[in-house]
């Protein structure tokens, strides 16, 4: 039986992927909608992915409805694990690892660099004990996103080598770096113009493929943005709006209109294809037995 955190789902897929040289949606799921549209796809396309949620859901619909979400994924017929995004009050972290959650992010990215690394290694201590793992934000990623306050202290873009020293003193298994990319948004130029892609680069380099690299900051970026970002070492690319839009618009153009089980099924495929065509841009389709040929490798 493997050992802690190659046992880990998220560790297994990100691995992958890295090895693989493609990336995994990590799809901002907000209700039921989402969770199977997500797994469908993946089952359709083949592909690895992962379902994640923000704390709002912790306090909104409760630790049943993640249990109930993670047991959908990980009955699903490909690899599928589920993250939490951003905690950042230490009250939704102490709750989060009593979930079964394949893995979490800790945003303590407002905090001096030395508090952030400390409170990190202490949290990352307890969740390797629960079989968590946690991908960590260095330096600072500004905007907000839904549920979570927006960050306004200002940018602080990742140096490499301090986040290859945060990543060996905490313990962390995946990194957020900031480059430029911005939650909830971007100013004119858009991404296109704020993200510095050298930057990217040699912070992949700096942390090696021992860390995974996790993209925030996703909407607007176009496709040809997202291949470059894959490109410079990118596994892991939260996805939201993206994937969620045209879903989003045929909600609220059809309500009232439609029979809700009507309205339910059909908005679910409209959402499934919209992850379905990510899937297929990010590379990860069709790549379902990576990660049981990552398994036999490490075996």
């Not at 990742?158 to 986040?163: G, V």
């Not at 839009?245 to 294809?273: H, M, P, R, W």
Request: glycine share 8%; hydrophobic share 40%; with cysteine.
């Amino acid at each position: 039986m493997l050992e802690f955190p190659y046992s880990n789902l998220t560790y297994q897929i990100l691995h992958a992927a890295s090895k693989g040289k493609y990336a995994v949606g990590a799809y901002n799921c907000y209700n039921d909608d989402g969770v199977i549209a997500v797994i469908r796809a993946a089952e359709r396309r083949k592909s690895p992915a992962i379902i994640q949620l923000f704390p709002w859901t912790l306090h909104f619909q409760g630790p049943e409805f993640v249990r109930y979400v993670v047991r959908a994924a990980h009955a699903a017929s490909v690899p599928v694990a589920v993250h939490l995004d951003h905690c950042i009050k230490q009250e939704d972290i102490d709750l989060a690892l009593t979930l079964p959650f394949d893995s979490i992010m800790i945003d303590a990215s407002t905090l001096d660099e030395a508090d952030n690394v400390a409170l990190c290694a202490e949290i990352i201590q307890r969740a390797c004990k629960a079989g968590i793992t946690v991908e960590v934000e260095t330096g600072r990623i500004e905007g907000g996103e839904d549920g979570l306050p927006n960050v306004d202290l200002g940018t602080i873009y990742t140096d490499p080598q301090k986040a290859r020293e945060f990543i060996s003193r905490a313990g962390a298994h995946f990194l957020a770096p900031s480059f430029g990319n911005i939650h909830g948004g971007y100013p004119p130029g858009g991404a296109e113009k704020s993200w510095d892609l050298a930057l990217l680069e040699s912070i992949r380099h700096a942390v090696t493929d021992a860390v995974p690299i996790a993209l925030h900051g996703t909407h607007p970026v176009s496709d040809e943005l997202f291949l470059k970002a894959i490109a410079c070492g990118v596994s892991k690319i939260n996805v939201n709006r993206t994937v969620r839009d045209e879903y989003t618009n045929f909600v609220a153009e059809s309500y009232g209109k439609l029979e809700l089980t009507t309205l339910k099924v059909q908005g679910a495929e409209i959402y499934t294809k919209s992850v379905e065509r990510i899937m297929d841009l990010f590379g990860s389709s069709g790549k379902q037995y990576d990660v049981a040929s990552l398994l036999a490798s490490l075996n």
